[in-house]
């Protein structure tokens, strides 16, 4: 019985030695993205490993290889199970997350997104690149002001299940019905993450609409294959290629006209920022209307209506800028 | 006259080419854009990697193997002709390193395969997953992207406007895989081993090294169509390949090439392989949303597998009888 007791004491000096020991260590902030690999999301790795030296955090970065939502979803719960106190989200299927987000919350972790958002899941915080309005109506605005307003224009999207692809195409719709009424918009077309289906894709569209003046990749994997198409269909300066492209991935279609331009933001100030924003979760601070990050110029609204933390303004990268980016 | 025509080409062959003809006449009728040579010329662009691709399987499923790790295969050997092209080396060197590639890969797989006696279907899945980590640390997280068009020149050029000058070597390739499966003790010994792997022990047939020349065969032509991939789109991202597996092996199962080892038909793999493309580039072109494109694919090789012999051999018998009565009438 005395061992017993002994035993049971020693027990609890050593869970107690190691609760403080956990105690010590470094607050963790997790970033999901939708598929690991790419250069969009290698540049928001490095602004979230920048900001986590800043802040004082442990920074984890891990994804699917493929842009699954299960095996996305399969990641974030297992960050769940290892308590990890903040776990950020590109958010690949909207309707699939609530019940981990739940799950966080019982646990008392906090569990937001970024770059991709889950409207409905009960998040902490969605932290925005731009807001969806800004990339949508500067993408489409920016493109009718190069072909005229009287044109086609077809779009090659990645995975018809991501949001944030999905709301860009319904703002941009929504513009054109609004604004522009002789712009006729064509049904978009989704490539998955290949670049030689969306090549295969943007020239079938081509073909089947020989008065195609415009070509939009939605998702940021269409954008090589969108350019190589029109390379090769020889239809450069009769149809525009654009979309929301990394500088690097459009820079020789942009130096060779395939592309006229293309909408995106810094993943790396994105990166950043959710960074911080997951401190700010974990310290319990609450976000102000308007916040000053250190590292980053401008101050950065958050709307406590709909929970938005906005990085800000898209940037348009053309044969003028293009080489003063590198992601 | 049909009767021989189908015995001599086979009924499987006959049934796709009509299903290829059936399909262009429907879309045709859709979309006047179907027909036009550029849409043509499309078509049989993006087959390019696929035949070759479907070749070499159709070698792989003739012993009763199988690989799902072909775009991945693809996607190493792109890599290396990538990498070779940025470092400036002579574009025709630098497509020769892609065949090279392929044939060290497939000479891997086959060994891990065969000397290490895994079923191929889980041996794959699991070098699937190893090619695939490769290709991330190869890329390093940064596409190769914008690629020099010295290859492009030479292999996109076309031939009488709709044919790309890839098809002289596709057209090579096919009539000595004709040669060697049916011509040479080679080829025979593949069909034995993919029919009855025992006898063919006891027959004396090398039946592991047979086995492992079956997927070298199938890595060099991935290499190939590596060459035929870089110089098309001059890119390679990180998810090059990821739906080559499920269109190459439908094309060949399709063709009429048993699943299960042991018969081997080429022209039906190339005509597969025209069926999937020219069904995924219709559909584009009359307006049907790409998200059902893989379903077509899928249901294509379910039901290649449910109607595998009975049901054709069946209709071609009486098509044949027919035929054959109204002639001696």
Not at chain 1, 50 to 77: H, R, S
Not at chain 1, 93 to 116: H, Q, R
Not at chain 1, 167 to 174: L, P
Not at chain 1, 220 to 240: D, H, N, R, Y
């Amino acid at each position: 019985m005395k061992s017993l007791k002994t035993v049971l004491a020693t027990g609890v000096a050593v869970l107690a030695l190691a609760g403080v020991a956990i105690a010590q260590e470094k607050p963790r902030v997790a970033f999901v993205p939708q598929l690991i690999g790419i250069p969009y999301f290698n540049s928001m790795e490095a602004g979230g490993q920048k900001a986590a030296e800043e802040f004082g955090v442990e920074f984890i970065y891990t994804g699917p290889v493929d842009a699954n939502p299960i095996d996305q979803l399969q990641i974030v719960q297992n960050l769940v199970n290892q308590g990890v106190e903040a776990i950020s989200i590109s958010t690949i299927d909207a309707s699939a997350i609530a019940p981990v987000v739940a799950e966080a919350k019982a646990k008392g972790l906090k569990l937001f997104t970024s770059d991709s958002d889950a409207p409905d899941s009960g998040r902490d915080v969605y932290v925005a690149q731009a807001s969806d309005q800004g990339l949508g109506e500067t993408l489409i605005d920016q493109l009718v002001s190069r072909i005229g307003e009287d044109a086609k224009i077809g779009f090659v999207s990645g995975d018809a299940t991501s949001s944030n692809l999905n709301a860009w195409i319904k703002i941009i719709q929504d513009r054109v019905a609004e604004k522009y009424p002789n712009v006729t918009l064509l049904e978009p077309q989704f490539a998955g993450g290949s670049s030689d289906r969306a090549a295969q894709l943007a020239s079938d569209l081509m073909t089947a609409n020989p008065d195609l003046k415009g070509l939009i990749a939605v998702a940021s994997s269409t954008c090589p294959g969108v350019g190589q198409a029109i390379e090769t269909a020889g239809k450069i300066g009769e149809v525009l290629g654009t979309g929301y492209c990394s500088p690097n991935t459009a820079r020789s279609y942009i130096e060779s006209g395939a592309m006229g331009f293309t909408v995106l933001w810094d993943p790396a100030a994105l990166g950043y920022l959710t960074v911080w924003a997951g401190k700010q979760l974990i310290d319990g601070k609450p976000f102000e209307a308007s916040n000053t990050v250190p590292g980053l110029d401008q101050p950065i609204p958050y709307d406590a209506a709909t929970g938005i933390l906005l990085l800000g303004d898209p940037t348009v990268f053309t044969k003028d800028n293009v080489g003063n980016f590198d992601f | 006259m049909l009767a021989k025509l189908a015995q001599r080409i086979g009924g499987r062959e006959l049934t796709l080419l009509a299903a290829v003809v059936a399909a262009a006449v429907v879309f045709a009728s859709l979309s006047p854009v179907f027909l036009h040579p550029n849409n043509v010329y499309a078509i049989i662009r993006n087959s390019t990697e696929l035949m070759l691709i479907g070749l070499g399987l159709t070698f792989v499923l003739a012993i009763g193997g199988i690989d799902v790790s072909v775009g991945m295969i693809l996607g190493i050997a792109a890599i290396a002709i990538g990498n070779l092209l940025l470092a400036g080396v002579d574009p025709w060197l630098a497509a020769l390193a892609g065949p090279l590639v392929g044939l060290a890969l497939g000479a891997f797989s086959g060994t891990v395969i065969v000397l290490g006696r895994i079923p191929a279907i889980v041996a794959t899945i699991g070098l699937l997953g190893v090619y695939r980590t490769t290709i991330f640390a190869l890329l390093g997280g940064s596409w190769l992207s914008g690629l020099p068009s010295s290859l492009s020149e030479i292999f996109a050029a076309r031939i009488a406007g709709v044919i790309p000058t890839s098809y002289i070597v596709i057209v090579v390739a096919y009539a000595a895989a004709f040669v060697v499966l049916r011509r040479t003790p080679f080829g025979l010994h593949l069909l034995a081993v993919g029919n009855a792997e025992e006898r063919a022990r006891l027959s004396g047939v090398a039946v592991r090294k047979v086995r492992i020349a079956a997927y070298m065969v199938s890595g060099a032509l991935c290499g190939i169509a590596a060459t035929f991939y870089i110089a098309n789109y001059r890119n390679v991202e990180m998810t090059v390949g990821s739906t080559v597996a499920l269109d190459a092996i439908a094309a060949v199962v399709l063709g009429g090439t048993s699943i299960l080892g042991g018969k081997a038909s080429l022209l039906g793999t190339a005509l597969g392989v025209l069926l999937i493309r020219m069904l995924q580039n219709g559909f584009t072109i009359v307006g049907l949303p790409s998200l059902w494109q893989p379903v077509v694919t899928g249901v294509l090789l379910l039901l290649a597998l449910t109607l595998e012999r009975a049901a054709v051999a069946g209709l071609f018998r009486r098509l044949g009888g027919l035929v054959a009565a109204r002639r001696t009438a």
